[in-house]
């Protein structure tokens, strides 16, 4: 289409919300395309009359955090009295997470963390968190990119002493095809500020692992 702002895969841009319409008859068309290309009769099967546009539908809805706006954020000041000056971390999760991997556009399903120190005892509201994990992960990602992302986008809207994130989880890429390892997870983790210390990424570590336990 022309005019369409181009971004990668991972980013946001609020301006292509705009054009969702004309996005969704056009992937309509292509994915029709596509399905004749591969042989079927997409107008005479029944259970394909429809399949181009519920393909558009989904692929939309699942990279729909590259259009989306920023979602409202909200602090509580001066909530944690801390008078020692010790790190008080606050610890979210397990958040459910189901976005697509960049290289085959497949899903990859499994559980976010975070974990923030306050600064001068400004709290996020607790909604806030899956909500940013949620606008992050509804785009096509690596998982190592995504983790590193959920850090960042925390650090700068909330300045924390601290922040990491980890994300344990499933991909399709690997389960349904090439190695058709369907038992594999992936683990991965980015820390900032205070919660690159060993003591606190530790204790962080035994929250994540002892709630994957609880899960399974």
């Known amino acids: 289409m022309k005019n369409l702002p181009r971004i990668k895969s991972y980013e946001n841009n609020p301006e292509l919300k705009k054009y969702e319409k004309k996005m969704l008859n056009k992937l309509e068309k292509e994915f029709r395309k596509i399905l004749e290309t591969m042989g079927y009769d997409v107008e005479n099967d029944e259970n ?48 459910q997470l189901k976005s697509l991997c960049s290289h085959h556009f497949l899903p990859f399903t499994g559980y976010a963390f975070v974990g923030y120190i306050p600064k001068d005892g400004r709290v996020l509201g607790l909604s806030k968190i899956p909500r940013i994990v949620n606008w992050l992960m509804r785009r096509p990602h690596l998982q ?15 300045q924390p002493l601290g922040c990491i994130a980890a994300i344990y989880a499933k991909h399709s890429c690997m389960a349904i095809r090439g190695a058709n390892e369907t038992d594999g997870w992936m683990y991965t983790w980015y820390a900032y500020g205070e919660f690159q210390k060993p003591e606190l990424k530790r204790n962080f570590d035994d929250f994540v692992h002892t709630s994957i336990k609880r899960l399974k």
């Not at 909200?74 to 606050?90: A, D, Q, R, Y």
């Not at 190592?144 to 960042?152: A, C, D, G, R």
Request: no cysteine; hydrophobic share 40%; proline share 8%.
């Open 48 to 95: 394909l009359i429809d399949t181009p546009r519920r393909m558009a539908k989904m692929f939309l809805e699942l990279t729909e955090g590259n259009r989306a706006e920023f979602p409202k954020i909200t602090f509580f000041e001066k909530t944690l009295e801390n008078p020692t000056n010790n790190t008080i971390p606050v610890y979210v999760g397990p958040i």
């Open 144 to 158: 190592e990119k995504l983790t590193q992302m959920i850090v960042e986008t925390i650090v700068d809207i909330a």
